[in-house]
């Protein structure tokens, strides 16, 4: 892996400079992203991670874009922290079935001690099973982080979501830089760091340039970057925001390949809403890898038959791990 690196990682973007990138035309930059991609990655081969709701509903934060905050009335039901035996079950049937990362999410602000315990005990037998781990728990504090790393975690997820100024639109329990502040401290414990947003929550073009010149500055990229097209569900106040264009979203896609030559590139959410031809077009653009299974947290993803079908017809293989 990472044989043919390239050698220029910047991480001194200017707003200017990524509104130009993503207004390139269509052919230059999705050419220019597939060389980079080239030059770093197979570009054959995709990532496969599954995730498990360990903690459903109930969430104190209102994120405008989740089923799962309690202050919107989406159906979703406030569930108990799953038990050890259903995440041996789930991330079983996950690595039968090829995944080689297995993400557990839970709806909390920032995990309680006794919480924190049980993700541990998780974590260690996701170890035991031989595939990489990752969770998304919300905030975490230095010592939680250290916490999680001595558990053997591979992964945090924690996303920056849109740029600084449009989070204020859309989160108004907590704030951008509380989020930086949780990333430092995962990177500090010396966890892989998986950081994105999300795509057609209503932001404009220099909310997107923002959003991804906040993840390519970082002093070190993410090294998964999640790239989510909301998912709209009813009863969360982003339902009626209008959908991004795709186009517009395959775009996104190759800007962030560019941008972080370097980091997996995920076609997350909203991949049951997106047409084959334009998964066809994100993978063409860089992305390498996506959730795999046939729920995300609350919503659907794509069936399994389906996404098999989709990757053999691109000649696409799933990568093994370490590979
Ligand atoms: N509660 C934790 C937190 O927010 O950090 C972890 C779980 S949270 C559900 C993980 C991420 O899922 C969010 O940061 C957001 O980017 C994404 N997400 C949530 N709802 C979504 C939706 N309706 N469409 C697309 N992405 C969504
Ligand atoms: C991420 O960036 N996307 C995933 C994962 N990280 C945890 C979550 C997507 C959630 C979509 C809405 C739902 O299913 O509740
Ligand atoms: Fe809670 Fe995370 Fe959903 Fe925000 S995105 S409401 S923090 S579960």
Redesign the pocket.
């Known amino acids: 892996m990472h044989m043919f690196k390239s050698p220029l990682v910047r991480h001194d973007w200017t707003s200017k400079e990524t509104l130009n990138l993503l207004r390139q035309p269509f052919n230059d930059l999705v050419h220019s992203a597939q060389r980079i991609h080239r030059q770093n990655f197979d570009p054959n081969k995709v990532q496969l991670s599954t995730l498990m709701n360990i903690k459903t509903g109930g ?5 405008a ?2 089923p ?2 309690a202050r919107y009335q989406t159906g979703v039901r406030a569930e108990k922290l799953a038990t050890i035996e259903e995440v041996v079950s789930q991330a079983s049937l996950a690595k039968n079935k090829g995944a080689s990362r297995f993400c557990m999410g839970a ?3 920032q995990p309680k001690q006794k919480d924190l315990d049980s993700v541990v005990s998780m974590i260690k037998v996701i170890k035991d099973m031989n595939m990489e781990s990752c969770v998304t728990l ?1 905030m975490l504090s230095s010592d939680q982080a250290r916490q999680l790393k001595d558990a053997g975690l591979d992964y945090y997820n924690h996303n920056i979501d849109s740029s600084p100024e449009y989070y204020t639109k859309i ?1 108004s329990t907590r704030d951008y830089n509380e989020r930086l502040a949780t990333l430092d401290n995962v990177r500090e414990a010396g966890i892989s760091v998986c950081c994105g947003g999300i795509i057609g929550m209503g932001e404009s073009s220099e909310d997107r340039a923002g959003f991804l010149l906040t993840l390519a500055n970082m002093p070190s990229h993410p090294e998964s970057v999640p790239i989510n097209m909301l998912v709209k569900v009813e009863g969360t106040p982003l339902n009626d925001a209008e959908a991004a264009d795709p186009i517009e979203f395959v775009r996104i896609i190759a800007a962030a390949r560019i941008m972080m030559p370097r980091s997996y590139i995920r076609l997350s959410a909203g991949r049951n809403d997106m047409s084959d031809e334009m998964q066809a077009l994100c993978y063409l653009a860089g992305a390498n890898s996506i959730f795999y299974g046939e729920k995300l947290l609350t919503t659907d993803n794509p069936q399994l038959n389906q996404d098999r079908q989709l990757l053999e017809r691109l000649g696409i293989k799933p990568s093994k791990l370490n590979q």
């Not at 969430?59 to 994120?63: I, K, L, M």
């Open positions: 969430c104190p934060e209102d994120c874009y989740c799962q905050s709806a909390w602000r919300g989160i």
